[in-house]
Nanobody, 114 residues
Framework: QVQLVESGGGLVQAGGSLRLSCAVSGSIFSINAMGWYRQAPGKERELVATISSGGSRYYYADSVKGRFTISRDNNKNTLYLQMNSLKPEDTAMYYC???????WGQGTQVTVSS
């Protein structure tokens, strides 16, 4: 089985930083592309960033480009999202996903105050 558990969310002021982690149990991590999604109340889920299985290819939503960095440590089976220069509009529940959306974590809340 595959399990994904997010952590690292919290309450920060605008301009602050957080690093989200997604710990993956199972053998799929090292061979799968991974991604971060977010969903704010009343809004559609949106793709934030993705990273290839080897960590060499990336995608970022325009809204976070230049501020967020996705990375992975295959030895630790962990996915990261470093979030800098946070804005109130980044407030959302953040989810990690694997297998093109086949596997999901339960999310970690990020709240950015103004």
């Amino acid at each position: 089985q595959v399990q994904l558990v997010e952590s690292g969310g919290g309450l920060v002021q605008a301009g602050g930083s957080l690093r989200l982690s997604c710990a993956v149990s199972g053998s799929i991590f090292s061979i799968n592309a991974m991604g971060w999604y977010r969903q704010a109340p009343g809004k559609e889920r949106e793709l934030v960033a993705t990273i290839s299985s080897g960590g060499s290819r990336y995608y970022y939503a325009d809204s976070v480009k230049g501020r967020f960095t996705i990375s992975r440590d295959n030895n630790k089976n962990t996915l990261y999202l470093q979030m800098n220069s946070l804005k109130p509009e980044d407030t959302a529940m953040y989810y990690c996903a694997a297998g093109g959306g086949l596997y999901w974590g339960q999310g970690t809340q990020v709240t950015v105050s103004s």
